[in-house]
């Protein structure tokens, strides 16, 4: 099964953290917050403007974000726990 979001919307999938502090100590899974940090999966058209014109989005499938902690909505799709959000939700790209 595929999914397209629609209008500015995008789904994107968490990055895990790390599971170790720079000091070594191990952190345990339910001490763990959430990684406010993912890859994007696939991206809607676009949001209309007030003449209808579709205004294409700034991110596209593959770019690394960030992402305000409470952002989006989880969901599972094919098994996989992916978040859906709009794309101001967005905070940045992260670039290498």
Do not use: Q
Not at 4 to 25: A, F, M, N, W, Y
Not at 54 to 70: H, Q, S
Not at 73 to 96: P, Q
Request: glycine share 12%; net charge negative.
């Amino acid at each position: 099964m595929s999914f397209r979001p629609l209008h500015d919307r995008v789904v994107v999938r968490r990055v895990d953290s790390e599971e170790k502090t720079k000091g070594g100590i191990i952190i345990p899974d339910t001490a763990k917050e959430k990684p406010s940090e993912g890859v994007i999966v696939s991206v809607g058209p676009g949001a209309r403007d007030e003449n209808g014109k579709i205004n294409a989005l700034d991110v596209k499938a593959g770019d690394r974000v960030l992402f305000g902690k409470w952002s989006g909505t989880e969901v599972k799709l094919n098994g996989e726990d992916l978040l859906i959000m709009k794309e101001s939700d967005i905070m940045g790209v992260i670039e290498a």
